[in-house]
């Protein structure tokens, strides 16, 4: 009993390790090391809970009754510190998100997360909202695309809408299982949310994928009437994939070559909130994981090679599509980010801001690792609330903006 109460405690202490160094130069660990990170950095409460659970019964069956059970208590205690570092830095989201947010929008009041709620993870459906699933927006490849619409409860009319794209390296992924928390909680703030599916790759070829999203942007504004939704005002979300798809809806407003067929149709984007984006798929600062052009973007994604066709991996590349007319931007990623590296989002920001002619705010979650927002946890809660500060103070920049100018107003007296 002693021998296994330490093997016990070892497997979870490399656990702990591993959340506050997780690998992302080994190929073969590269994922495995992403998950058991991920999954115990934002289930840390939990990871406590079934620790102190199990060192009880380890205790009761005699295990400190020699050596070996005794380092294991000490182990067992050490990674307890860790796991009570990891859930301290998820409570430092809120704060991290107030600072991003600066003066241009402002948080709810703080709610706290009552600790039961907490041992439920998984986002359930909001009793203040309604759900239309597998809507069909088009039909591509031999296929129907679709999308699922969240509304608020009571129906209404000129709602903004939020369009929620789901990542999955572009090979993977489905509208029924991302973006959940935020989807229940806009549409109970009275936006109107679609999660919507895409052609993945290898079947898909960049930029089919982006194809498929300014389809259904287009087609949410023709059939706003049905869904009561505002069409002079769509906004973007989405995580990893889904942030790069997300942020080149919003850079590349009115490129025909991403909208064969339907060249004339509205499909630009009035805000965005890439999170854990993708921003460059050059990979120009060296920071990728092995194999990343080689044996995803190049083969998979785009069938191109980079020697041979480097335009084509920079036109995919957020970095390289910024412009002055680029709408609001909110960035959030991770500092722990070892699939998506929080350095490219940093350059990206920093290329955004030096020519956008609009706002563009940056929140850096410290200890968050990739997918943080998946399951509902002290961190990805103010996260939500701070994407809906963003959308919604981006809604009201927008209507102030779009307000009829007086016909007496003089130059003096115009709004600026």
């Not at 390296?169 to 935020?182: E, F, H, M, S, T």
């Amino acid at each position: 009993m002693p021998w296994l109460f330490l093997g016990a405690t070892l497997v979870g202490l490399g656990f702990t390790l591993n959340a506050f160094v997780p690998m992302s130069s080994r190929r073969r660990l590269f994922i495995p090391s992403f998950l058991m990170s991920w999954l115990t950095i934002e289930l840390a409460a939990h990871h406590l809970a079934w620790q102190a659970i199990a060192t009880w019964v380890f205790v009761e069956l005699g295990a400190l009754d020699r050596w070996p059970g005794k380092v294991a208590l000490g182990v067992s205690v050490a990674q307890w510190i860790g796991l009570v570092i990891l859930l301290a830095q998820g409570r430092r989201a809120r704060e991290q998100m107030e600072h991003a947010l600066g003066d241009f929008a402002r948080l709810e009041p703080d709610r706290k997360i009552h600790w039961l709620r907490l041992l439920m993870p998984v986002p359930v459906r909001s009793a203040h909202t309604r759900h239309i699933a597998n809507i069909v927006y088009g039909r591509a490849a031999g296929r129907e695309q679709k999308l699922d619409i969240f509304l608020p409860e009571q129906a209404g009319r000129g709602r903004p809408a939020v369009v929620q794209i789901h990542g999955g390296a572009w090979v993977i992924g489905d509208k029924r299982n991302q973006g959940l928390p935020l989807l229940h909680h806009l549409a109970a703030h009275g936006w109107v949310c679609f999660n919507v599916n895409y052609r993945l790759s290898p079947a898909a070829t960049f930029p089919d994928h982006l194809v498929d999203i300014k389809r259904a942007i287009a087609w949410i504004r023709e059939h706003a009437d049905d869904y009561g939704v505002d069409p002079t005002f769509v906004a973007v979300t989405g995580g990893s994939a889904g942030g790069h798809l997300a942020t080149l809806a919003a850079l590349t407003e009115g490129d025909p070559r991403y909208q064969p067929g339907f060249e004339d149709a509205d499909a630009s984007v009035q805000a965005c909130a890439p999170i854990y984006g993708v921003y460059d798929l050059c990979d120009r600062l060296g920071i990728r994981s092995p194999g990343y052009i080689s044996r995803l973007i190049g083969p998979i994604v785009l069938k191109a090679f980079y020697e041979e066709e480097p335009e084509r991996f920079r036109d995919a590349s957020p970095i390289d599509r910024v412009h002055a007319h680029a709408p609001p931007f909110l960035v959030v990623h991770g500092d722990r980010d070892t699939l998506s590296p929080l350095e490219d989002a940093r350059l990206f920001v920093e290329r955004l801001l030096e020519v956008s002619e609009s706002p563009v705010l940056f929140a850096e979650m410290a200890g968050a690792q990739h997918a943080f927002d998946v399951l509902l946890s002290p961190r990805s809660a103010p996260v939500v609330e701070g994407v809906v500060a963003f959308f919604e103070a981006a809604l009201e920049q927008h209507r102030r903006s779009s307000e009829p100018i007086p016909v007496s107003a003089t130059p003096e007296t115009v709004p600026r």
